[in-house]
């Protein structure tokens, strides 16, 4: 009897240790569909193996490129719109260079996220909101070189707005609507929301400036008052983000890299399951969360983010659509002083409203995307790092190229914009705090947008605080 028991627990040893080496050779291997992938959460905080991965060629590139979107039916609108400069009117213009954007934004994303899946998520989440902050940046210093500085302050305000308050409701709104709950590193969150709350901060010192010794200075020592006080905060600002590049890629970059939240979440349907299951049956449910027969799904979708071409098509398509986005945001910052006037609406709202969602586009869908595949870490790092970005990095840029072609743009925003702002990050800030985040809570922010949106469309722009009105 113990020879036979003997034998069996042999038997045992070898069926595991045959077990163990199987895995070891299948997250080695190259093929796809039928052999088991890695955890999620090793998945995603390490970049992909490339070198056991053929390289894609340029056909296949192009392909993958062209079939990323049905968005990209709309380029057929980007050389009508270049050609409506010379030809229609400032309204049409306008409104085929207003389309022409969108999918060259969504092709940026594409090419963006093809070059980020070679760099892994942080860095990744980095050239996604780097890159998706290329059109605002364009329109932003086309619209200064042309002096509209309330049109360039307004896209700033409305593509933080934009970021925080619609791409990261439509996050969690959408997201939520597949998961019951959704959890994300509530640390990193916390983080990106203090220095919002910081660039907040410095958009309220030059208005309460302003306020407290408007009456008390000539309008040339105001404005220049306000300007150097500007230009000092932008530095600052300035100085601010690149320490948290250093924060994030080097000193803590750990604290960015933890598994993410996805590796344990939980859809509908598997709660359904688990409430149809014993005890016994929800402990296996468990053991096996990332077994190949249960992520058959998730698999499918980590496919998807294999690199679909080659390193230098991306770079050369980033190039391409880069130059692309400027000659259709050229054509489309003239249009707007026209088109203002024919249309009876403000350059407030069209610089809050309508450029953001076009600037925004690549985000909102990256953004969107990620995050119905479960990686609210990614959303987050595209939605709230790329209002972060845009706070901390291109409003104080553009008041330092302002400063260098001598035209007066300033960090000085009137009351209610400096109080929109503040609301906003504040509204975030509550809802990322606990670190989870579901449907209702993205319908609040989709809401408080739509809200803020109805008032800046009644926003005169005699009300902004350009300072040559001061």
């Not at 959408?174 to 907040?200: C, D, H, M, P, R």
């Not at 249960?294 to 690199?307: K, S």
């Not at 659509?321 to 003239?334: G, K, N, P, Q």
């Not at 076009?358 to 990620?370: D, F, R, S, Y």
Request: a negative charge; hydrophobic letters at 50%.
């Amino acid at each position: 009897m113990d020879s036979k028991y003997q034998t069996s627990g042999d038997d045992e040893s070898k069926v595991a240790m045959t077990t163990v080496k199987s895995l070891e050779q299948s997250s080695d291997s190259s093929s796809t569909a039928d052999i088991p992938q890695q955890p999620i959460a090793a998945v995603m905080t390490t970049p992909i193996d490339l070198e056991t991965r053929p390289e894609p060629t340029a056909t296949e590139g192009l392909m993958a490129l062209v079939k990323s979107s049905w968005i990209n039916a709309l380029v057929v609108f980007i050389p009508i719109g270049i050609a409506s400069h010379f030809v229609w009117s400032s309204t049409v213009t306008f409104i085929l260079n207003f389309i022409a954007i969108i999918p060259l934004a969504k092709l940026l994303g594409f090419a963006t996220e093809d070059i980020a899946l070679r760099t892994g998520e942080v860095i990744g989440g980095l050239l996604n909101a780097s890159f998706g902050n290329a059109v605002e940046l364009i329109i932003s210093i086309i619209s200064l070189t042309q002096n509209l500085v309330v049109v360039v302050q307004a896209s700033m305000l409305g593509s933080i707005l934009s970021n925080l308050l619609l791409v990261l409701g439509m996050c969690f709104w959408f997201g939520g609507i597949k998961y019951t709950e959704q959890k994300f590193n509530e640390t990193v969150a916390q983080t990106s929301a203090s220095l919002l709350f910081i660039a907040t901060t410095s958009l309220l010192l030059p208005a309460a400036f302003y306020a407290s010794v408007g009456n008390k200075e000539t309008s040339e020592e105001l404005t220049s008052d306000i300007l150097n006080i500007s230009r000092a905060t932008s530095i600052i600002l300035l100085i601010i983000y690149f320490s948290y590049l250093f924060f994030q890629l080097k000193t803590h970059k750990d604290l960015f890299l933890q598994a993410p939240a996805e590796a344990r979440r939980v859809s509908y349907q598997v709660n359904q399951q688990r409430r149809s299951t014993t005890g016994t049956d929800i402990e296996q449910l468990n053991a096996n969360s990332t077994s190949p027969s249960q992520n058959a799904h998730d698999n499918e979708e980590e496919e998807e983010e294999v690199p679909q071409m080659p390193f230098w098509m991306a770079i050369i398509v980033l190039l391409v659509i880069t130059a692309l986005v400027a000659v259709c945001a050229e054509f489309l910052v003239s249009a707007i002083e026209d088109v203002v006037e024919q249309w009876h609406i403000s350059e407030t709202f069209v610089g809050l409203i309508l450029l953001p969602i076009v600037g925004n586009a690549a985000e909102h869908l990256t953004a969107v995307t990620v995050a119905m595949k479960n990686k609210m870490d990614l959303a987050l790092g595209v939605a709230v790092g790329s209002s972060m970005q845009i706070a901390l990095l291109v409003t104080p840029l553009m008041v330092i190229i302002g400063w260098g072609i001598q035209v007066d743009m300033s960090l000085l925003f009137n009351v209610y914009e400096t109080a929109v702002m503040f609301i906003a990050v504040v509204m975030v800030n509550y809802l990322m705090m606990d670190g989870k985040s579901n449907w209702l809570e993205g319908l609040m922010l989709f809401a408080l947008y739509i809200l803020l949106a109805i008032s800046f469309y009644y926003y005169p722009d005699a009300a902004s605080s350009e300072l040559t009105s001061a």
